[in-house]
């Protein structure tokens, strides 16, 4: 098997850990890695109140379980309620003003996240599908982690 260093990329303001090297020949096989996963947890809200829909804190300990047992969950957590909520903000001039609730006017609020690591799209929406989150008039946004490996 021969090999044969990859022509390099223009410079990136994110160095590389390694070196990337192209093999010729066959290739040992190898598993794709997983990908992880953020499951933001969304309800709706009206006149500024939550809309419930419907799903008990024992629905959510039960999907909760089920992500561990299956191996999947690697982290998450539900937030307070959105009184205890405080936003920063940095003006041009450094100044930093600070207010207490969220900073815009909203139709949804987060309630929580779950972090799962799983091996494509696919398996991340049955997930998010199956979370109680997603029932009635709540919703569940699937959003890929970005892995990004910076040297400091």
């Known amino acids: ?82 009184t205890t909520c405080t936003t920063v903000q940095v003006g041009p001039d450094g100044d930093r003003t600070i207010t207490d609730g969220p900073f815009a006017e909203t139709r949804e609020l987060l309630g929580g996240y779950d972090i799962i690591d799983v091996p494509d799209l696919d398996a991340a929406l049955d997930w998010a599908a199956r979370s109680p989150g997603a029932v009635g008039t709540g919703s569940v946004q699937v959003r890929p982690i970005a892995e990004i490996d910076v040297q400091v």
């Open 1 to 82: 098997m021969k090999f044969r260093p990859e022509k390099p990329d223009p410079p990136c303001r994110y160095p590389r850990a390694s070196t990337v090297v192209m093999l010729y020949g066959e290739a040992p096989h190898r598993e794709e890695p997983n990908v992880k996963y953020m499951l933001l947890f969304m309800s709706p809200m009206v006149d500024g109140e939550v809309v419930g829909n419907g799903c008990s804190f024992e629905d959510w300990i039960r999907y909760d379980r089920e992500m561990k047992d299956a191996g999947v969950w690697v982290s998450g957590h539900p937030l307070q309620d959105l």
